[in-house]
């Protein structure tokens, strides 16, 4: 390496520029070839180094995000969930219910998607440098009673408040005590009209009082908070991991007609 390549190095990891070192040799050799002007030459590098600087951002946005797998919308089947206006998924995509602070609910039985468009909304809205936090019903409220057990809460809940963009899955399969259904109250008003929710669930809001500890005045209040302004997908038909095998013949037909 010559000595001003050297100078170049040390200057590009002071300023944390990770792509010049590398490239260096291969830009100057081509912008010597095409005779390219000397800020065309620095707008090549420039744009070598935002490119890398946009990847390392997504990445570290995906890794906070804590999503149990990566999906992405162009997996999801449209043509087999009728029930779901695809212009409507699109319309989210733009991700100004994030901006807009609006939550986002799905609801249906299992198996029809509910948790992969959760996910591939998160994927979009981390990938577009948005904060996103990624979790289960059972494991925040776990975690939230381990914190108050604790006599930390606050320290506890943090990680439920700071994203722009929190997706709860799986709320309604397991029913919640009241010291549960008080955590999701506190998050869920917390948040309201701070950051967007996406939420999913197997059950509808006539039943939520049964999943909310019995208790329809606290499932009223989570709800209020909740569906102020959101936006509620209701999924319907049969599980597409059910079609997917009676497609392939391994299950009959008769036993997932409802
Ligand atoms: P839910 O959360 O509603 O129970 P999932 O999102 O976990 O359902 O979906 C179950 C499986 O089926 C996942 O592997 C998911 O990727 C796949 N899946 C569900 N619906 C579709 C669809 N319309 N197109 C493609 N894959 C789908
Ligand atoms: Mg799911």
């Not at 000397?38 to 946005?61: H, N, P, Q, W």
């Not at 925040?140 to 320290?155: V, W």
């Not at 009676?246 to 037909?253: S, V």
């Amino acid at each position: 390496m010559n000595i001003q390549h050297e100078r170049i190095s040390s200057y590009a990891a002071r300023l944390n520029l990770t792509e010049i070192d590398i490239l260096l040799p291969r830009l100057a050799e081509e912008a010597a070839a095409k005779e390219l002007s000397y800020s065309d030459f620095l707008e090549s590098v420039l744009a070598e180094e935002a490119g890398a600087a946009d990847k390392r951002m997504r990445e570290t946005m995906l890794r906070f995000a804590k999503f149990p797998y990566l999906k992405t919308l162009d997996e999801f089947d449209f043509s087999a969930k009728p029930s779901i206006d695809s212009r409507q998924i699109k319309e989210l995509c733009s991700l100004s219910f994030i901006k807009e602070r609006i939550n986002v609910i799905l609801l249906g039985p299992p198996g029809v998607g509910k948790t992969h468009l959760g996910i591939s909304l998160g994927v979009k809205a981390a990938e577009a440098g948005y904060r996103v936090y990624f979790t289960s019903a059972t494991d925040m409220l776990t975690r939230l009673k381990k914190g108050y057990g604790l006599g930390r809460l606050d320290e506890y809940m943090r990680v439920y408040l700071r994203s722009s963009l929190l997706i709860i899955d799986e709320m309604g399969y397991l029913p919640l005590e009241r010291d549960e259904a008080n955590l999701l109250f506190q998050v869920i008003a917390k948040r309201y009209e701070r950051g967007s929710i996406i939420l999913t669930s197997n059950k509808s809001y006539a039943s939520w009082g049964e999943v909310v500890a019995g208790d329809n005045i606290l499932a009223g209040a989570i709800l209020d908070r909740l569906l102020h302004h959101s936006v509620t997908i209701n999924i319907k038909g049969e599980s597409y991991r059910l079609r997917e095998k009676r497609k392939a013949g391994i299950i009959e037909q008769k036993e997932v007609n409802s």
